[in-house]
Structures are given as C-alpha cells and as structure tokens.
C-alpha cells in the first residue's frame, strides 16, 4: 500500500527531523566540545577559539594525564571496582534469583518478600555506614565498595522473571537424567541465560565505572580511590597543583595545558565508554527492555 | 490391639523421617545457593533498618545500634529539626527540585518516545534511539565536571561568548538563581533518552490495527497522537507518575553534593545533602539518622496515597 503524501504529512514530517536532529546535537554537542578542547592547541584552547572542532591538534594534555603515575593507580582502581565488583554482583543476583523462580523451593514467597522490602525501605546513609564501615570492619577496604553494591531487588526481580520465563521441560528432563540442583544451574540454566546476564554485567558494570559516592564514603586512602574522585578532586574542587605534580617548576606552556587537562582528564575517563559503546548499543534497547516491561 | 497400632506408628514415621529427609535433600540446594544473597540482604541492607533506632538516641560511634547502654533520647532531634527555621529551606528545595523535574523532565520523556515513534526510517530512529541514550552511561562526575568546565567564571565557553557578546561574566555556579536550570537542564540531558525507553516499549505494544482503521478514517498523524497512542500508553504513564510521585522527597544527592557551593545553599541544600553534612561532616549521627527516617517515612506514605488514589480514579495499581 502507497499513500500519497499529503501537504500536512510533509510538514508535519519537517517539524520531527528537525526536532530529532536538533535534540541529536544537544545531545552530542557538550560531549564533542570535551573532546576538542582537550586536543586542539592549547592556544587556540585558551584564546576561546575552540567551540566545535578540535582547532589544530595537539595531544600533550592527553598524553600528559596518561603518563601521571597517580592517573594510573586510580584508573587501575576504577577497572579493579569494575571488574571484580560485576563478576561478583553477577554471581550473586543470579543465586538468589534462581530458587526464588523455582516452584519446587517452598520458601520461594518468604524469601521473595524479604529481597521486595529493600525495595521501598532501607537504612539511610549514617547506619550503613556505620554498619558496613564499623561492624563489618570494612572502613578503608576495597571491599566495602563490592559489599555494597553487590545486588538489589530490582536486579533480583527482573533475573528471577527471566529464569521463570525458561522452559520447565529442559529442567525437569535434566532432573530425570539424575543432574542435581547445582549441576541444572551451572550447565543448563545457565548457558540459556546469557541475555539477561549480559543485561546485569552492562548495568553493573556502567555503575562501577561510574561510582563515586562510596568511594568517597569509605576510603580514606588516595591509592585506592577510583578515576571519579580524582576527577572531583581536578576538576570540581579545582586542585590543579595535585594534577601537575610539582607546581614550582611550570613553564608558559604548562600553564597554558593547566585549561586543557581538566578536559583531557574528562576524555581520559568517558573513552572506553565511547569505544564499547557502538557495540554494547545494538542490543542495548532490548536489553534495557526487559527491565522496562516487567517494571 | 496396641502392639499394631504401634508398629503402624513406627511405620509412619520412619516414612516421615524419610519424606522429610527427601525433602530437606530436595531443598537444601537452594538454600545453599541463597548463603550469600541472604547473607548480603540481611547485613547490609536490614541490619542498617535497626539502625534507625539512633534517630531516638543521642549516638556516639562505636555504640551497638541497641542495647542496655543506648542513650535514649526520645524525640530530640525532631524537635529540634522543626525549631530550625533552615528545615523549612530543606524541605521546600527538595519539593521544588521535584516538582519541577516532574513538570519538565517527564513530559518531555514522554513527547522524546512519541518523537520516537514518527521516524518513520527504521534505521534512523535506532540511530537516534541509541545516541540519546549515551548521556546515561556517562557518570554523574563526569556530567558534573564537563558543567564546572563549561560554565567556568575564568574560561568556559559560555562566559567566554558572553564577553565577545559584549556582556558581562557570570559566575553560574555561584550564583543561586542559576542552580536551578542547570541541575534540571543537565538531568533532562542525562535522563531523557533514558527514561523514554519505557514509553518506547508501551507504544510498540499497541495494535496496528487502530492505526490503519485511523487512516482509513481520514484521521492525520498528529491527531493519531492524541487520540491513539497517548491513550495507549495512558497505563504505562500513570505507573511511572507514580512512581516518580513516591520519590518525591528524594533528590539525587549524589550530583546536588558535586554541583552545590555554599553559595547556592539557599536553593541547593536539600535534605539528603543535609543529612550527608550533618552526618559525615559533624559527626551528628542521630541527627542525621532523624531526617533519613522523616524522609523515607514520607516517601512511603506518599507512594502508597497516590497508588490508592490512582486505583480509585483509573484502576491501574503498582501492587
């Protein structure tokens, strides 16, 4: 079926593009000016001739962020959050969402309400932190990071639904054939699982990266802080001298890059983002989907 | 007649025994599996709910939650809060930064996904779908960091083009009328593309069927809108006003605790900045405490309030 365009359909055609695109470049302008600021000349940076496009590259600041011995301990401390807080956040969601999805578990409502109240209820920041800082000893512990981010209800909710939506027969067969209960989790449940572990590793792992209030919680000690409070500590709170090191010895042109590293630090910590982004993207929505619904 | 009924007991409850046995056997994997999660919920997230018990105490660190040493304080802190004429501050900035998120940030969420909807080239609309939702993966720092950066008093870009305009600096993030836009404008540019999603995936469930009888009706895509697809998704929309209504009371502290001076206390203080203050800076733990609780109580009896009067009106109900 063709229908011919009306006079109304093109206009009102007109109005969506150019809606669409202009929301398009409020959404990339700021993200694409970060990133032009921290290459261009760092004249041209201070003179306020950048206002799109990179004018003139220079890579310096950049360079300059990544050879700082601290940038890298924290960084390293950002993918150690990243990575060992997912593999565990992950490992954890998922036992608890499995026999919560079980008919045969007796408990499963009991156990569903106690994971359900978190939801709506908690301690507030002072007694966690008292809780998670004191009597569980973990002030000035990477670990506290982990602890507390561990699961949440939601992520709870939305594996249990999946688990629930696979079909019985592959179970049950399993169970004939003599599997026992952890044997059909780890070799059969499992492997059918992978869209929504690939939807909790995406949202944990975003969350660790992007985490900071913890961190700022908990750990006192510098070379265990994440890239996000070094980000605070350069950019909010304006610390240059830290970021340069030694501030007695600054030439002109160091002083000119002082403007350029509170962007090239930005770029250094939303880069890998950018990089994994086209290909995390293509599922993304579907992914996002499955929480969206059941909510 | 005793020795049978004996040896029938006997019987049943060996068969008891093992039926419970097989039971046990048939459970305890679960149970197993559930060490750590029920380990996690219970320290973490419930033993800090006996926590709120400080908000009646005067707490000092190092005291046990309860117990027979506890310095019971009644109702202290509450009276005091409410004697403080800057509690009235709190309250009304965590309600206007609400308020106004509810009044811009949601309905435009909402016309994002309606926006959506109208691309009619498929490849375009995922391009779209997929570059909106790249702000909320970018953390609140970084958001924060690229405002301080480009609202910068010495060489932002904005005060930077209001030289060449001719006009005078203005320094954003020390000035109070200036907090407002920018904490909403930035969320709006974080959160938009994001929370369109749910309403992306209201809309994809109507029926084409209603389109077409539509067109063959006459009916234009700007009427579809408001005579189809908005109604559609009516459901969808009032689950998430509410939501967003029971979390009133709430503000992301996590950016307002970046992005706030001084300065701006007088709009940007709002209560879970306060009791962060309170609590970790001047160690008043109970005080602090208090307001987590007063907070968290009114959420709870909001979101219960507008999902009873939401039933009343519309039968769509969270629970």
Redesign the interface.
Known sequence: MH?QKTF??RV??FV??F??VL??V???Y??I??FS?AISDPIAA?R?DV?FLPVGINLTAVRKVLADPQVITYYGNTIWFTVVGTICGV???S??A??LS?K???HRKL?TK??MV?M?????????????G???HLYNSRWAII??A??TAWY?MISRSFFESLPDEIIESARIDGA???RI?GQFVLPLSKPILAVLTLYMG?GH?????NSM?YLSDRTKQPL??Y??SV??Q?TLSSALGNTEALTAAEILSA?QL??A??IV??LP?LVI?PFI?KN??KG??IG??K? | MKKPAAAGDALSLELKRSHRRA?IK??S??????I???L??F??????????S?AFQNYR??DA?VSSHSRWAGLKWFQMLLKNPNFFRLVRNTLVLNILSILIAFPLAIG?AL?LN???IRR?R?L????????Y??????I???I???FSVD?G?VN?ILV?LGRAKINFLATSSWFRPLYIGSDI?QHT??NA??F??AIAGIDPNLYEAA?LDGS???KNIFYITIPCILPTIIIMLLLRIGSIMTVGY?KI??MYTPMTYEVSDVL?TY??RA??KDQK?SL??AI??I??VVN?AL?VGANRLTKKISDTSLW
């Open positions: 229908f109304g359909d009102f055609d969506v593009y809606l669409v929301i398009i409020i959404t990339l700021p993200l000016y970060v600021m201070a306020g206002w490992i954890t969601t036992l608890c499995y026999p079980r045969e578990f007796l156990i106690i994971v978190t709506f209820f908690n301690g507030g920041i002072i007694p966690t932190y008292i809780v998670v004191r009597f569980l602890v507390c561990l699961t709870v026992s209960e952890y989790f975003v990266w992007n985490a900071y209030f919680l996000a409070l980000i605070r950019v909010i304006n403007l509170k962007y630090v930005i910590s939303v983002m982004y993207s993304l929505e996002l989907m969206a619904v909510g | 039971r048939s459970q994997p679960y149970w197993v599996m559930l750590i999660p029920m996690f919920f320290l973490v997230r419930y033993w800090p709910m006996f926590g709120l400080i660190i190092g939650f994002f926006l109208e691309i009619r375009f995922n779209t779908a997929n570059i909106s939702l790249l702000p993966f970018i953390s609140t720092v970084v924060v960091a690229i301080y950066n480009v060489d870009l930077m060449k540019w593309g994001f999603v749910v992306t995936a067109a234009t895509r700007l996590e605790i970046l879970s009791a962060y609590g970790l733990f602090s405490t987590s609780l907070n968290s709870v979101l």
